[in-house]
């Protein structure tokens, strides 16, 4: 009877990483394959992509989760180009709270941070309109480094990536979600990231927001 809990233990994890990966796959569902229409976004955002003033440009972007970690809070990695230095940010949401959301605003302080947008040491998040609190970027550890590596030639798509044969320490189990995302510079004070539909026929479905306020 000692072992007992240990083996209610183990399958409440089992049963919460079930859950956990029900909703991620649903978020790669929604994502990558469109089929749910209360994700199109509004015209108006898009709306930047249109005007004279603004640049636009085509970044990779992944969302990082760790289905073993018990708030499977969710990583943005945004790379402007293969081999570039990429931009990490951990986010204070995680995949249910980003499912149907639409629309992320991230938000720095403009009288505390005068350099470039996207290297804020803290930023406000907004997930849906709704306050979901701080996130701030990192450099990217070297399982990040080596599952970005292994997803470089990956245009978009969802899955694991299993963690390295063992070498004296723990690897590292993802699961992701990566896209092509359209950079929209609108000026110092706005950057956007709209996610493309892989088929090019749906527009555009979730939008990241970094602004200075």
């Known amino acids: 009877m000692a072992d007992t809990p240990s083996r209610e233990a183990a399958a409440d994890d089992s ?3 079930a859950r956990w990966w029900r909703a991620f796959s649903w978020l790669a569902d929604a994502l990558l394959l469109p089929c749910k229409p209360f994700l199109f976004l509004p015209q108006s955002y898009s709306s930047a992509s249109s005007s004279p003033s603004a640049v636009a440009a085509h970044v990779a972007g992944t969302f990082f989760c760790r289905p073993h970690e018990r708030d499977h809070r969710i990583t943005l990695c945004l790379q402007q180009a293969a081999g570039a230095v990429p931009v990490i940010i951990d986010l204070p949401i995680g995949v ?4 149907g959301a639409g629309r992320v605003a991230l938000e720095c302080d403009r009288l505390r941070w005068a350099g470039p947008l996207l290297e804020a040491p803290r930023w406000a998040v907004r997930c849906g309109g709704r306050r979901a609190g701080f996130g701030g970027p990192r450099p990217a550890t070297g399982a990040e480094a080596r599952a970005l590596e292994a997803l470089k030639a990956v245009t ?3 899955g694991r990536l299993p963690p390295p044969p063992p070498s004296g320490g ?3 189990l993802f699961a992701y979600v990566r896209g092509n995302f359209e950079r929209v510079v609108g000026s110092t004070y706005s950057e956007s990231y709209h996610l493309v539909d892989p088929t090019g026929s749906l527009g555009l479905q979730l939008s990241l927001f970094f602004l200075r306020v």
Do not use: D, F, I, P
């Not at 249910?96 to 499912?99: G, H, P």
């Open 15 to 17: 049963g919460g990483e």
């Open 96 to 99: 249910s709270e980003l499912n």
């Open 156 to 158: 978009s798509g969802a």
């Open 170 to 172: 723990r690897g590292e």
